[in-house]
């Protein structure tokens, strides 16, 4: 139902993700995944240019979509007309910032996080300010709250960004976690923005908690940001949504719809995948769920010293490579002796030295292929010793 992920059909692919390296090396890096497009998508995009629908975006369809989708799989219900189409989710957050936060105050983000949270923050001109999750010994992760309130009562700090599903943890954080993240940005009288990119993607054996969904004011005042383009791979069609919590949050979106403007087909697309494409979204769930667990145990037959703690969502593994010998940058080494590519740990924060990120978004052939190189590159640096 996924289609097969023939590197010969994949690498036909234009996309960041099979263009960035040449073709003998295995791309296992940015968050694109592998599947065959989910047909209700194809079809509405197909039809769209059969009419030459390919102006500027009207909303259509986006609010209802969104929200129907959050009510039947997120058991959340947002307010259909506070949901706004962006150009992606990054845009929509870094908007929602110049609007609601002044020049030069800082926005606290919880390291490893995704990378682009530090240098869009940048360009924003708003500086980072880190609370970095606690690793415990096992290798999983945890909010650590006393970092949070430190540095949300940091001078100058406006905002916090939060990652829910947290990338590239795969950690999905739980209600009462949120709801303590809630009190202590109400507590310190921050803008709280959250991305939830990843919520279309979490895995079995795990309940997804949306902000919005929880009993408390901040959810008024929080920022909800979410999007089909993980779910359903369709970063390159350009649109994700981003939900306002009050009626004052929703007009400051309207009013800026000219920065906001998402693709005309990203939006049909999107709107295909909250509704006609939700047995797709359950097979690649599937997929991924038994990828995990693949992972876990090549990595255990071929690379023992690598610490992998399966994330909860999504299809992206955080790998504790720092037993390996390979330095800070153990992507670089899988890259020079495996040709396999990850993405480098320190994308994520200077806590990610040793670490790596693959992506599992793709067949149970192609992640066994990934490992295999990636044994073979310690194994040639092992011989080099
Ligand atoms: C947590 C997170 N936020 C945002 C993005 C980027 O999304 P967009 O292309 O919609 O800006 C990604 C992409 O992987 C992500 O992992």
């Known amino acids: 139902m996924l289609g097969n992920c023939s590197l010969a059909e994949l ?36 039809a769209a240019l059969a009419i ?20 039947g799989c997120l058991a959340w219900t947002p307010n259909k007309d506070w949901v706004f189409p962006v150009p992606d989710v990054m845009t929509g957050i870094a908007e929602v910032l110049v609007a609601t936060t002044s020049p030069g105050s800082g926005v606290v983000i919880s390291p490893p996080v995704y990378g682009p949270f530090f240098f869009r923050l940048g360009f924003l001109g708003r500086p980072v300010v880190e609370a970095p999750l606690r690793r415990l010994g096992d290798g999983s992760y945890e909010m650590d709250f006393d970092e949070l309130d430190r540095a949300l009562a940091s001078p100058g700090v406006s905002a916090y960004l939060l990652c829910s599903p947290h990338n590239p943890l795969g950690q999905v954080w739980g209600g009462d976690q949120l709801l303590t993240i809630a009190e202590l940005c109400q507590r310190h009288n921050v803008v709280l923005l959250v991305d ?21 004011e901040m959810t008024e005042r929080a920022w909800i940001f979410s999007s089909a383009s993980k779910g359903w791979n369709l970063a390159g069609l350009k649109c994700g949504v981003a939900v306002a919590g009050s009626a004052p949050a929703a007009a400051l ?86 040709r396999v590519a990850l993405s480098p740990g320190t994308y994520f924060g200077a806590q990610g030295a040793g670490f790596a990120r693959l992506n599992i978004g793709t067949s149970p052939e192609l992640v066994t292929e990934a490992v295999h190189r990636m044994a073979a590159a310690v194994a040639a640096a092992d011989s080099m010793l």
């Not at 690498?11 to 694109?32: G, I, N, Q």
């Not at 969104?66 to 009510?71: H, K, L, N, Q, R």
């Not at 509704?275 to 037959?301: K, M, P, Y």
């Open 11 to 46: 690498s036909r692919r234009r996309s960041h993700k099979w263009r960035t390296y040449p073709p003998e090396v295995l791309p296992a890096f940015v968050a694109e995944m592998d599947f065959t497009l989910a047909e209700p998508i194809s079809d509405a995009i197909r």
């Open 52 to 71: 030459g629908d390919t102006g500027y975006p009207h909303t259509g369809e986006l609010g209802e979509a969104f929200a129907s989708f959050a009510a």
């Open 196 to 216: 939830e990119i990843h919520a279309p993607l979490v895995l079995p054996g795990t309940r997804f908690v949306p902000f919005g969904s929880l009993d408390h």
């Open 253 to 338: 979106l309207t009013e800026r719809w000219e920065a906001l403007l998402a693709s005309h087909l990203g939006v049909l697309g999107s709107v295909a995948a909250f509704t006609r494409s939700l047995g797709w979204l359950d097979a690649v769930i599937a997929q991924i769920d038994h990828n995990r667990a693949l992972l876990g145990r090549l990595l255990a037959e071929q690379l023992p010293d690598v610490g992998y703690a399966p994330g909860a969502a999504s299809f992206l593994a955080w790998l504790d490579c720092t037993k390996l010998g390979l330095g800070e940058d153990p992507a670089a080494a899988f890259l020079a002796r495996g």
